[in-house]
């Protein structure tokens, strides 16, 4: 099962905290945050504001603003090791010109069909005074950090796991007070992620300039009279004049937005990109007609995008569930960091403070080489001791052992072919165990197929095969007899999904010790399923095979 975890997204004006994990293929949300802070002067002000009820361990954290540089570098496909030598270079040389120490991550993005014999790579950096002073503040609330990420990345995974993905060219955009970070994507595969200046603060200020108001009235009228549609009216005059006086700050969103698409072809040298939709998030997107104003500036579709309708909430208590429904916009963030520190499969950018990275690389590393040596230190010792104790008893029995020379190799001979045939006796015992296990397992499955099997299903075939699958934790050095059942399900049978699933859930309660792989077909029509009893424990797995493979539904 993924381990719990935590999303934090700190803005200037509002912060929002989200945990929960995966189970199976829904995110299970399981506690969530907010607090409104739009005086805080620093992000340690921000942080302080924050009073969730619940630990913020596993914390990943999301940072942007002019303090966060993503930059993007088309290299050869070169190995590993010297992608990262050359990561390192460019972040050493920016730090350089920058004069501030910086801390880094990357990550390729995915091969794109334009680029023949190159790489595209991320190169996401952050100062390293930015992340202490988060830092501080996560500690302050007795947090514990997994990671920092840029909050465009973590957009990009809240959409590629939330979101409606299609073949067609997107531009995600999560629009808060002070910063937007923008995101496009082509089907499933990142094209660009960049945080931008800007922000609904632009709006609060013109408002402020044209009716002489404060920066809270300003704000309200924003939030509850404002309307952008176009040929729409606001519900008052306060609202029409507060509206004509966004235009300008409107126009100039619309123009960041245009221009982040010209810099993803100047940056990715795709000159031939096209947009088709935008998708809004964020503070931003509350604002009453702006999906509908943009869609005009754009001449593409523009709409809101609110991820929790396909997230399990129902762990959440009354009041959480209360203040993410109102807030969902804007913690679409949140819900991507939460989602991509749980998911193994998530696109990675892990920025870690230097202090942190040592202090880690200590701990999973140079802590247990210092272990090792200490071991290694005292068995040469034992060892030295007792060959000097024994030294002048060897010596004495050297003649008498001389003699016995012949005998004693004939017996080591001897023993190392014993040893050799022990060896292939156990290898043969334990093959026999398999296959005596696979016959008990065949049954016990063709049993357990039987009796839970919904009544509009049946079997087409069921088959049993010695080979490797990851995904049910058999590594490829290490065959088991892995159980093969494909059936079908009547023609017009209501709602097939939701019966196979009920179907696995209660073939693996009628058989707990079974790693299982459904496989349900997109008509629902057909199904297969593979499982098996008989996988190797994690000890013996890890022999086989370099890493574990995780349990479905993990």
Request: charged share 25%.
């Amino acid at each position: 099962m993924a381990r719990i975890r935590t999303g934090i997204d700190i803005a200037t004006d509002a912060s929002r905290a989200l945990r929960g994990q995966w189970k199976g293929n829904t995110f299970v949300a399981s506690n969530y945050a907010y607090a409104s802070h739009p005086g805080a002067g620093s992000w340690l002000a921000a942080w302080k504001s924050l009073e969730p009820g619940f630990k913020l361990a596993d914390a990943r954290v999301g940072i942007t603003g002019r303090d966060v540089n993503v930059r993007y570098t088309r290299v050869p496909r070169v190995p590993d090791w010297q992608l990262a030598k050359l990561m390192r270079f460019e972040v050493e040389e920016v730090g350089g010109q920058s004069g501030a120490e910086v801390a880094s991550d990357y990550n390729a993005l995915p091969e794109l069909p334009e680029l023949e014999d190159e790489d595209v790579v991320l190169l996401a950096m952050a100062r390293e005074s930015l992340l202490a002073e988060h830092l501080e503040g996560l500690e302050s609330k007795g947090g514990v950090l997994d990671a920092f990420t840029p909050a465009s990345i973590a957009l990009y995974n809240s959409w590629l796991r939330f979101g409606v993905v299609q073949d067609d060219t997107v531009l995600l955009a999560n629009i808060e007070r002070e910063s937007i970070d923008v995101v496009l994507v082509r089907g499933a595969d990142l094209l660009f992620a960049r945080n931008l200046a800007g922000g609904t603060r632009s709006f609060e200020q013109a408002v402020q300039e044209r009716l002489g108001v404060d920066a809270r009235r300003a704000a309200a009228l924003l939030e509850k009279d404002a309307d952008f549609e176009p040929g729409v009216r606001p519900r008052s005059s306060d609202g029409e004049k507060a509206t004509r006086a966004c235009l300008g700050a409107a126009g100039q969103l619309s123009s960041l937005l245009q221009s982040a698409v010209l810099f993803c072809k100047s940056q990715i040298k795709i000159s031939t990109l096209k947009l088709d939709r935008v998708m809004i998030s964020g503070s931003g997107a509350r604002l009453q007609g702006l999906d509908k104003y943009l869609t005009g500036a754009l001449a593409v579709k523009v709409e809101r995008f609110d991820p929790f309708k396909v997230v399990d909430t129902s762990a959440l208590a009354a009041d959480e569930l209360a203040e993410l429904e109102e807030h969902a916009l804007e913690s679409v963030v949140a819900l991507g960091l939460a989602t991509a520190a749980s998911d193994p499969n998530s696109y990675k950018i892990e920025i870690l403070p230097e202090r942190v990275a040592r202090r880690r690389e200590f701990r999973q590393g140079t802590a247990w080489l210092i272990a090792a040596g200490v071991l290694c230190a005292l068995a040469l010792g034992a060892h030295a001791w007792r060959t000097h104790a024994e030294l002048k008893r060897v010596r004495g029995e050297v003649a008498r052992l001389d003699s016995k020379f012949k005998s004693a190799r004939a017996a080591d001979a001897r023993t190392r072919a014993l040893l050799t045939e022990s060896e292939q006796l156990a290898a043969s015992v334990d093959e026999l165990g398999t296959l005596a296990g696979a016959g008990s397992q065949f049954a016990r499955v063709l049993d357990g197929v039987g009796s839970q099997m919904p009544a509009d299903f049946w079997l087409r075939r069921l088959s049993i095969s010695r080979r490797f699958d990851p995904q049910l934790g058999v590594p490829k050095g290490d065959p088991r007899p892995i159980v093969r059942a494909e059936g079908e399900a009547r023609e017009g049978t209501d709602a097939a999904n939701v019966l196979f699933q009920d179907f696995v859930a209660r073939l693996q309660q009628a058989l707990p010790a079974a790693r299982l792989k459904p496989m349900l077909a997109p008509t629902g029509q057909s199904f297969a399923l593979d499982l098996t009893e008989l996988a190797p424990q994690e000890s013996e797995s890890a022999q086989a095979a370099a890493g574990g493979a995780p349990k479905v539904g993990s």
